[in-house]
């Protein structure tokens, strides 16, 4: 298998492509801004006029779209991937989406003669670009077989979490619960490290060899402390999402979700103010109303 297609280009498709190319693979790519398609062309990928040109020229389709409805568009809709792509081919489903939007399109592929495997990814734009992304596939045996090598293209853990379309968008809503009181929780104490006159270094010198550091950790604290509040990859819409998942599944299932909650006000309060932000202008948010920042070293 050499030919694959990328459809949703962004910040997480465009290092998809990027590994996906570096590995020797023919990619088809489309995506709705122009900026988007240029980049994907001089990186060596092959700009499509419509999802059904991607599907027909691609054995096997990375969908990296942002909601539920847009994966079924491009997925299902008259010109869309399933219309176009050869019986066998495959398509990876590695956007997030709710696990209901899942089933809903594995329900929907039955018998077209497309594969289906829901895997979405965890590393944000860092792992998307170094091809080191942890995905959580779910798809028969075969099927995952089938199409293990373009996966681990893109990704270091390909972790098989599921035999049926759904199981790897609820192992991710579980990860994004705990994702986002980590963020949370780094945003607070970084808040509380500025009111309280700590500089940034030694904040991070301390967290990251302490048992609370973690690359979820180390990174918001370097964003925050070098003020790199948009631009890195990770926009606060994605996040902010991804929990609305969390937490819808948590509903449907009548789990309580207490600290994702918190976490979920704390993005929803970023995003409100700072609508273009990246998940770590939530802490600037704090630092307003507590009239501190946090940088790396405190001016004197």
Known sequence: MKTTGIIGIGDMGSGIALNLIRHGYRVTGRDL???RMNDFRHMGGIP????????????????MVMTGEEARDVILGDAGLVASMQP????????????????????????????LIDSPVSGGFPGAQ???????ASAPDDVLDEFRLVMEAISAHIHHVGHEAGMGQTVKACLQSLIGAQFAATFEAAALA???????QVLLDVFSTSSAGCGVVNNALEKIIDRRFEGTGSHINTMHKDLTISMGLGEELGVPLHTAASAMQIFHMGRTKYPQGDNWICT?????????????????
Do not use: C, Q, Y
């Open 33 to 35: 801004l122009a900026n």
């Open 194 to 200: 500025a009111k309280a006159g700590v500089s940034g």
């Open 88 to 115: 066998g081919g495959g398509i990876i489903l590695s956007a997030t989406i709710k696990p209901r939007e899942a089933r809903e399109l594995g329900a929907a592929l039955a018998g077209s003669g497309i594969h």
């Open 130 to 136: 170094s091809g080191t992304l942890t995905m959580m």
């Open 284 to 300: 600037k948010v704090i630092e307003e109303i507590i009239g501190a920042e946090l940088h790396r070293e405190t001016p004197p």
């Open 48 to 63: 499509a006029d419509s999802t059904a040109e991607v599907g027909a020229a691609a054995d096997a389709v990375f969908v």
